[in-house]
């Protein structure tokens, strides 16, 4: 019993060495000792880290954008596809142009321009993004706790033949006055390339206030309203 025990325990020696040999990232600063939870990732085009937050705070942008309080958490590819597919049902189901026509007070019409196929299929999908966002923040809080408590060691540096990325402060301000001026460009700023892509991409895509002006007055002196 004693001899099959200690062979068990080699086996199992000699399997996470190998794998702390093949995954050097997962190693720490200290010696060998295998690293669970890692703080951060970086790649020369962006980082993700483990970081505590509100959960109420990533459901609201959730309740305000699916996919935004997925992209707050860290789930980069999961909060794209939610923007993806918010647009597509929003613009079939013409979910805005039915909520425009309610405030200014025309019901007929609201319910007129309404797809309720699309419609229904907005709404389990949009209380799944908010309840989804809520649980991941619940989990990867526990997670960052546990990354703090091993002192997991952070790359401050990814270089690659094209690009180049580091942690450095920044002024935070300064993201956010880029970012009003230009939604997007504030996350370049902070060196995360694919959220400044999508943030510039669909800032493009919506019209600016001027053309929302344009509209609203064409349309009013069209059709006056009805109250």
Same mark, same amino acid.
């Given at each position: 019993?004693?001899?099959?025990?200690?062979?068990?325990?080699?086996?199992?020696?000699?399997?996470?060495?190998?794998?702390?040999?093949?995954?050097?990232?997962?190693?720490?600063?200290?010696?060998?000792?295998?690293?669970?939870?890692?703080?951060?990732?970086?790649?020369?085009?962006?980082?993700?880290?483990?970081?505590?937050?509100?959960?109420?705070?990533?459901?609201?942008?959730?309740?305000?954008?699916?996919?935004?309080?997925?992209?707050?958490?860290?789930?980069?590819?999961?909060?794209?596809?939610?923007?993806?597919?918010?647009?597509?049902?929003?613009?079939?189901?013409?979910?805005?142009?039915?909520?425009?026509?309610?405030?200014?007070?025309?019901?007929?019409?609201?319910?007129?321009?309404?797809?309720?196929?699309?419609?229904?299929?907005?709404?389990?999908?949009?209380?799944?993004?908010?309840?989804?966002?809520?649980?991941?923040?619940?989990?990867?809080?526990?997670?960052?706790?546990?990354? *703090?408590?091993?002192?997991?060691?952070?790359?401050?540096?990814?270089?690659?033949?094209?690009?180049?990325? *580091?942690?450095?402060?920044?002024?935070?301000?300064?993201?956010?006055?880029?970012?009003?001026?230009?939604?997007?460009?504030?996350?370049?700023?902070?060196?995360?390339?694919?959220?400044?892509?999508?943030?510039?991409?669909?800032?493009?895509?919506?019209?600016?206030?001027?053309?929302?002006?344009?509209?609203?007055?064409?349309?009013?002196?069209?059709?006056?309203?009805?109250?």
């Amino acid at each position: 019993m004693a001899g099959r025990s200690a062979n068990g325990q080699s086996r199992e020696t000699g399997r996470r060495d190998e794998f702390v040999r093949r995954n050097p990232e997962h190693r720490a600063e200290n010696g060998n000792r295998q690293v669970r939870r890692p703080k951060l990732s970086m790649s020369p085009f962006n980082s993700n880290n483990l970081m505590v937050q509100n959960p109420y705070m990533v459901m609201w942008w959730s309740a305000a954008m699916p996919g935004a309080g997925h992209i707050m958490v860290g789930k980069i590819v999961k909060g794209f596809a939610l923007f993806l597919w918010e647009f597509v049902v929003n613009t079939q189901s013409n979910l805005n142009e039915a909520i425009g026509y309610s405030m200014l007070g025309r019901f007929p019409e609201a319910k007129a321009c309404l797809d309720l196929r699309w419609f229904f299929m907005y709404v389990p999908i949009f209380i799944f993004a908010c309840w989804d966002s809520y649980r991941l923040t619940t989990e990867v809080n526990q997670f960052a706790v546990l990354a *703090y408590r091993e002192q997991s060691p952070i790359s401050a540096m990814k270089v690659n033949s094209i690009e180049i990325n *580091y942690l450095a402060k920044t002024n935070p301000w300064v993201g956010v006055g880029w970012s009003l001026l230009a939604p997007g460009v504030g996350h370049l700023i902070a060196r995360n390339t694919y959220q400044g892509c999508c943030g510039i991409s669909l800032s493009s895509t919506n019209p600016t206030p001027w053309k929302l002006s344009i509209i609203r007055r064409s349309d009013c002196s069209a059709r006056p309203l009805g109250f």
